[in-house]
């Protein structure tokens, strides 16, 4: 395709390649580790073709709108992983894969970048603007809020612990709100991802996109199908998979620019390529799903185990302070990575 590096091409044959070997796993009744894995290797390709047709539909837009459909369409792929898992009543999986997708955004990739950020900052010292920080702050807490009030409201057997379904909708609805609020000003101001030209035609990105889309909905499709099987083969929990597996794989592309960025010494925009995914997920994709989920019979809610409660208020309270001064160096990026490795050994024997 005109436009595209030679890489690129080669990936987009890659790519291709892995998704038929995933639908012949899925469809030839191969083991069911093989397909989970060929599933999962699918979606991950899927979801870097998602953040180049993005970037290039995006780079015609400006510096913040770009920011924000890179980070918006870059969790697509999630959205279907979620969806699939709901339809087919795996809301454990639904659950973890969000909160997974925040924890391993917040800590492990942060935390990568960060230590790569700092190795090619002078002094050793990552600096950034403290404006998009600070905001995914927030909007973390206010995320985290209705999952801590929910989770103490079940622990005491109050009568509020009875209606947790209506909770979560109305605090779904006051979430996407504030997001909503956060977001048009932050549109306005500029902000964002540094300019970038076009380098392919707005109709094959546009192609890029629509290939993407419909790829992700199949791939997410087979992965989830051959999710329950795997895990029950492989003697690990859904939780792990969920939090790990899952979120690490829907969030590959998005993973792999921060630390290219990081690498260029481009610290303001890895940054913000991590940050506007863990805002995007905390106080977007979750809410929206949890409206969504309404037209299925398994719905999904801000209540989790108290041990996935204090995992996400803690990320909340870490990340500003780690990130909230606009400078970070390699100790504290290790310290983000040591906090994931903890949650993921505890999830593996949850």
Known sequence: MRGLTRGERYMLVALAAATVFAAVTRYANA??????????????????????????VGARLGPAATGMLQSTLGNLPEFFVVLFALQ???????????????????????GLVIVVGARHSSGGVMRFSTGLPRDTATLMLLASSIIVILGLSLASGDKASHHVKTISVVGAACILAVYVAWAIPYLRSGGGDVESRPRVPLPVATVLLAVSGVGAAFVSDWFITALDPAVKSLGISKSFAGLVIVAIAGNAAENATGLVMASKGESELAISVVKNSVAQVAAFLYPALVLVSLLFTATLTFVLAPVWIGAIILTAIVLAQITGDGEATAFEGWALVAIYAIVAVVALYE
């Open 31 to 56: 083991p069911e580790v093989l397909a989970f894995a060929a599933s999962g290797l699918a979606l991950a390709g899927m979801a870097w073709l998602v953040a180049l047709g993005t970037e290039q």
């Open 88 to 110: 087919k009543g795996e809301t454990l999986v639904a659950q973890t894969s969000l909160i997974g997708s925040v924890l391993a955004n917040a800590l492990l990739v942060l």
